[in-house]
C-alpha cells in the first residue's frame, strides 16, 4: 500500500487525536501516505481529504476532541452512501482506511468491507460498549471525570444532607455508570442491564438515614430512564432530590495516560495490520495485548455488565 486515510467518527472521545497522532506518524514511518478525511464519513461523502504530515499532528496527544472533527452520517447509512463513499477513496487512490469511533462506525467500516474496500478500525468511545476490547479509547477520562463530579457533588451533599440523582451518558450501556459508582462510592447506581425496583432505592436512602449517613448519590445510566421522572417518584416517597446531567462535559477534556497510551498502541497496530494486508479486523486490547479482532465478532450483541461487579459495588456502598 502506499496510500492509506484515516478518519474519526461518531460521538467524538478523549484519546481520538492521540490516535490520529500514532496513525499519522506510523504510517509515515512506513513509507505511506497518509491522508486525513475531516467529519468522519460525511467529510468522505463530500471528498475532504487533506494530506497529513508529521508536524500535522503535532502537539495533539494532550488535547481531548478531535482535530479531524466528527460527525454522524444519515447519508452513509444507505447502501448508495457506501457505493459513493468507496468510489472517492478509491479516486484518491488511497487503499485502507483506519476507522477511529464507537460502535456505528465500525458498523460503518463493515460496510466497506463488504463492498471490497480494506479497513481496520479503533474503538473510541467513553461508553465501552464495543466487543473484543477490555476498554474503548475515551472510557478511562470519562471515568475519571464522572468520578470528580461525584466528589464535588458529595461535599454539597455532605454539607445539606441532600439525596442527588447524576445522570450519566452511555446510551444502552450502563458500564461507565457502574464503574463510576464502583469508584466513586455512590450509593445506588440504576443501569439498564439490571432492572431495579425504586422502593429498593427509597430502602436504601432510609436505612443509610438511619444510620447516621449525611448524603445518598445514585448514579442513573441514561439508558435506565429519565432522572426527572425517579425524581419525582423519590419525592412521592419523602425523599426531595437535587438533579444533575452532567451531559457532553463526560466527552471532553484532556485524555487520562491510559487512553493515550492505549490510542498510541491500538494506531501503530491498526497501521501495522493494514500495511501487512491483514483488514475487517478492530484492534482490541486484551489480557494486555492489542490484537486485530474480526468485526463479526466484535458487532456481536453482548452484555458488557459483569454481574459480580455490579454485586460488589451494592455490596461496598451500603
Ligand atoms: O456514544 C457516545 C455518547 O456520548 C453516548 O454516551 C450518548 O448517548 C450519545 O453519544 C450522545 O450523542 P450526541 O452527542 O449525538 O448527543
Known amino acids: 500500500m502506499k496510500k492509506i486515510a484515516v478518519l474519526t467518527s461518531g460521538g467524538d472521545a478523549p484519546g481520538m487525536n492521540a490516535a490520529i497522532r500514532a496513525v499519522v506518524r506510523s504510517g509515515i514511518y512506513r513509507k505511506v501516505k497518509v491522508y486525513g478525511i475531516d467529519q468522519g464519513y460525511k467529510g468522505l461523502l463530500e471528498n475532504r481529504f487533506r494530506e497529513m504530515t508529521l508536524g500535522s499532528v503535532g502537539d495533539i496527544i494532550h488535547r481531548g476532541g478531535t482535530i479531524l472533527r466528527t460527525a454522524r452520517s444519515m447519508e452513509f447509512m444507505e447502501e448508495k452512501g457506501v457505493l459513493q463513499a468507496v468510489s472517492n477513496l478509491k479516486e484518491q487512490g488511497i487503499e485502507g482506511l483506519i476507522v477511529i469511533g464507537g460502535d456505528g462506525s465500525i458498523h460503518g467500516a463493515r460496510s466497506l468491507e463488504e463492498k471490497g474496500f480494506p479497513t481496520i478500525s479503533i474503538p473510541a468511545t467513553i461508553d465501552n460498549d464495543v466487543g473484543c476490547t477490555d476498554h474503548t479509547i475515551g472510557f478511562s477520562t470519562a471515568l475519571n471525570t464522572v468520578c470528580d463530579a461525584i466528589n464535588k457533588v458529595r461535599d454539597t451533599a455532605t454539607s445539606h444532607g441532600r439525596v442527588f440523582l447524576i445522570e450519566v451518558m452511555g446510551r444502552e450501556c450502563g458500564y ?14 440504576l443501569i439498564p442491564e ?45 425523599h426531595e432530590t437535587r438533579n444533575i446531567v452532567l451531559g457532553h462535559i463526560q466527552r471532553g477534556g484532556t485524555p487520562s495516560a491510559e487512553d493515550r497510551n492505549l490510542a498510541s498502541l491500538m494506531g501503530g497496530k491498526a497501521v501495522e495490520l493494514l500495511l501487512k494486508g491483514e483488514h475487517g479486523l478492530m484492534t ?33 456502598s451500603i
Do not use: C, W
Open 194 to 238: 439490571v432492572k431495579t425496583d425504586l422502593d429498593s432505592v427509597v430502602r436504601k436512602i432510609r436505612s443509610g438515614m438511619e444510620r447516621g449517613k449525611l448524603h445518598s448519590i445514585i448514579l442513573v445510566a441514561e439508558g435506565f430512564g429519565d432522572i426527572f421522572e425517579i425524581s419525582k417518584y423519590l419525592k412521592v416517597k419523602g
Open 284 to 316: 482490541g486490547f486484551m489480557h494486555n495485548q492489542v490484537e486485530g479482532y474480526p468485526y463479526d465478532e466484535v458487532l456481536k450483541k453482548q452484555n458488557f455488565i459483569d454481574h459480580d461487579v455490579y454485586e460488589l459495588m451494592k455490596i461496598l
Open 176 to 189: 461507565l455508570a457502574l464503574m463510576a459508582g464502583l469508584a466513586g462510592g455512590a450509593e445506588s447506581v
